[in-house]
C-alpha cells in the first residue's frame, strides 16, 4: 500500500497542473494518458487495419476544431470522400478541418507512366513529401494527422532513407508548433520500432477475434516521454459517436479509511443473524444452489435500501428485468416501483459484447452517481460471459474494493452445484472476494424440501452461528426463528434429535 502511495505521489508531481495538454476527444484515453497529449509534439498510433486508427485521427481533429485550433487530415491511401463517409457514419460534422488527399495519380497505370530507369522511391517520394510540406505551409494548422507512414516506408528504398525522412518531419513540425499523430497500419513492415523510438509517445490499438462473440479491442500506452501514464491493457470499443475507452481500474488510486455504518435488510430476524445488518463498504455473496431464493434475497436487500430513499443498481447476466420485477412483484416487493422512480437501474448485460473494462465502467459509473447498494447477479454469468478472458477474479476484485471505498453495499449472488449434500461447491474463490457469505441450503423433513439460511463468514462484526428457516410466500421473505433440535440440516437430509426442548421448533419446521 505505501509502494501505491508512493507512485501516486510521483505521478501527481510528474504530471503538474501547469503542464499544458491537448485533448484526443476521447475522453478515457486521455486519462489513461494522464490528461492528454503534450502539445506540439510527434505521436504513432499503431495497430492493424479494422483497428480504429483512422477514427482515433478524425476524433483528434474534431475535439480540436471545437476548441478554435485548425486541422489537417493528410491521407495517402484513403481518399476524402471515404473519410467524409467515416465520419458521416459516426454523426460528425468535418467542417473547419482540411483533408489533403496525397494519392498516386491514376496516370501511373499508363504503360508510358511506368518507371525502367528509376526505382519509384527517387521518383515518388521527393514529391510525396513536397506536398505535405506545402499544405502545412498554407494551412499552419495546429493539429494534424498523417495516414499512414506505411506509405512512406514502401517508397523508401531502405531503413536509413526512411528513418531519415520521419526525423526531418519531426523536425519540420516541431518548427511549425504542430501536435501530429502519424498513423500506422503496420502493413509494410510489422511493429516499426524505427518510428516507435522517434515518436515522443506510442499508443497501440490491438484487436483479438474470440471464438464467440464481438472482437476483444484493446489499447496500451508503449510510452510516453514525460509523462506518468496509466499502464497495461485497456478495453474499448468502436460504437456510433467513435472510441469509447474504458481505463483498466486501479482501486489503489482511492484508498479511503472512514467509519461504515450497516444497512438493514427490512427483515428483523435477517439482521440478528447478520449481527445488526451489513456494513457499508463490504461485499457479500449470496451463495447455494438454483432455487433457493438467492436473487429475491439481494431483491430484499434493494427493496430496503428504496425505502430508505437510498439509490441501488442491478446488474443481470442471467434473468431478464421484466421476469426479475414480475418475481418481485410476486413477493410483494417494492422493486418495481423503485424502477420506475429512478431509485433502482437495472442493467441486463449482454453476454457476446461484454469486456471486463466495460462492465466494470458500467459498475464504477453506477457508484459515483450514488448508488449505495449494488447487486451483481450472478458470478457464474459473469465467468460464463468471457470465458476466454484470463485474471477474471482479479478484474472483480478490484471491482469489488473500489466499490468498497465508495462506501457501496455490494451483493454477489453465486449459484452452487447440486442440489443436496455436502459436497456442493461454487466456481469462485470466496475468501478472496466477499467480506460476507450468506448460504441458502434445501433440507428434506417429513416428506417435505425446505430451506434453510445460515452466515458463514462475516468481516464487519459479529453474527449468529445459528441456522434459520427461510422461505418465501406473496407476503416476501420469511425467516423463522433458529432450527435446534436437528443434526445434519447444511447436508440436506437432517436427523430430528426429538428433546423435549426442541419439540415447538421441530412442530415449526413441519
Known amino acids: 500500500m505505501a509502494d501505491n502511495l508512493q507512485i501516486l505521489v510521483h505521478m501527481k508531481i510528474q504530471n503538474s497542473p501547469g503542464q499544458s495538454f491537448s485533448s484526443t476527444g476521447i475522453a478515457g484515453l486521455d486519462n489513461i494518458l494522464g490528461g492528454g497529449l503534450t502539445q506540439d509534439r510527434v505521436y504513432l498510433i499503431e495497430g492493424e487495419p479494422g483497428t480504429g486508427k483512422t477514427t482515433t485521427g ?51 497505370l499508363l504503360p508510358e507512366a511506368q518507371y525502367t530507369m528509376f526505382h519509384p522511391s527517387e521518383v515518388e517520394m521527393g514529391s510525396t513529401t513536397q506536398r505535405i510540406l506545402a499544405v502545412i505551409e498554407e494551412r499552419k494548422p495546429s493539429r494534424v494527422v498523417l495516414d499512414s507512414l506505411s506509405e512512406l516506408q514502401l517508397l523508401a528504398d531502405s531503413p536509413l532513407r526512411y528513418r531519415r525522412q520521419v526525423l526531418a518531419l519531426k523536425q519540420f513540425f516541431a518548427s511549425r508548433s504542430c501536435t ?27 484487436q483479438s477475434v474470440k471464438e464467440y462473440g464481438a472482437e476483444r479491442r484493446r489499447v496500451r500506452v508503449v510510452k510516453y516521454r514525460g509523462v506518468a501514464f496509466r499502464g497495461g491493457m485497456h478495453d474499448y470499443d468502436i460504437r456510433y459517436g467513435g472510441l469509447c475507452v474504458y481505463p483498466r481500474l486501479v482501486a489503489a488510486e482511492s484508498r479511503f479509511m472512514g467509519r461504515r455504518n450497516q444497512i438493514l435488510s427490512g427483515l428483523n430476524e435477517l439482521d440478528q443473524l447478520l449481527g445488526g445488518g451489513l456494513e457499508e463498504g463490504t461485499s457479500t455473496l449470496i451463495a447455494g444452489p438454483p432455487g433457493t431464493g438467492k436473487s429475491s ?16 443498481a442491478m ?29 433502482l437501474t437495472i442493467q441486463q448485460v449482454d453476454p457476446a459484447e461484454l469486456s471486463p473494462g466495460e462492465f466494470a465502467t458500467a459498475v464504477c459509473e453506477a ?16 465467468l460464463n460471459a468471457m470465458p476466454d478472458e484470463r485474471f477474471l477474479t482479479t478484474h472483480l476484485h478490484e471491482l469489488l474494493t473500489y466499490l468498497g471505498q465508495r462506501g457501496v453495499v455490494t451483493i454477489l449472488v453465486g449459484v452452487q452445484q447440486g442440489m443436496l449434500g455436502g459436497q456442493m461447491s461454487t466456481t469462485v474463490d470466496a475468501s478472496y472476494l466477499a467480506d460476507n457469505v450468506l448460504m441458502l441450503r434445501y433440507f428434506e423433513h417429513d416428506g417435505e424440501v425446505k430451506q434453510a439460511v445460515s452466515v458463514f463468514k462475516k468481516r464487519g462484526s459479529l453474527h449468529e452461528r445459528t441456522i434459520r428457516q427461510f422461505g418465501m410466500s406473496p407476503d416476501g421473505i ?27 421448533e421441530a412442530a415449526e419446521v413441519r
Open 180 to 206: 501530429v499523430m502519424l498513423l500506422d497500419d503496420r502493413t509494410a513492415a510489422g511493429v516499426d520500432l524505427q518510428v516507435r523510438s522517434i515518436a515522443h509517445c506510442v499508443i497501440t490499438l490491438e
Open 367 to 382: 457508484a459515483d452517481k450514488g448508488a449505495k447498494v449494488v447487486v451483481i447477479d450472478s458470478i457464474n454469468g459473469y
Open 58 to 108: 478524425l476524433q483528434f481533429l474534431i475535439e480540436g476544431a471545437k476548441r478554435g485550433e485548425s486541422g489537417v487530415y493528410i491521407t495517402l491511401a484513403e481518399t476524402a470522400e471515404e473519410l467524409r463517409g467515416v465520419a458521416h457514419s459516426h454523426g460528425w460534422d468535418l467542417q473547419g478541418i482540411h483533408i489533403q488527399e496525397v494519392l498516386p495519380s491514376e496516370n501511373l
Open 297 to 312: 434475497l439481494a431483491c430484499q436487500f434493494v427493496a430496503a435500501a428504496a425505502q430508505r430513499g437510498q439509490p441501488s
Open 315 to 343: 446488474f443481470l447476466f442471467e434473468e431478464a428485468v421484466n421476469n426479475l420485477l414480475n418475481r418481485a412483484d410476486g413477493l410483494g416487493m417494492g422493486v418495481r416501483q423503485a424502477h420506475e422512480s429512478g431509485k
Open 478 to 504: 420469511h425467516v423463522g426463528k433458529v432450527l435446534r433440535g436437528f443434526r445434519g440440516i447444511l447436508t440436506g437430509v437432517p436427523v430430528y434429535l426429538g428433546t423435549a426442548n426442541t419439540a415447538g
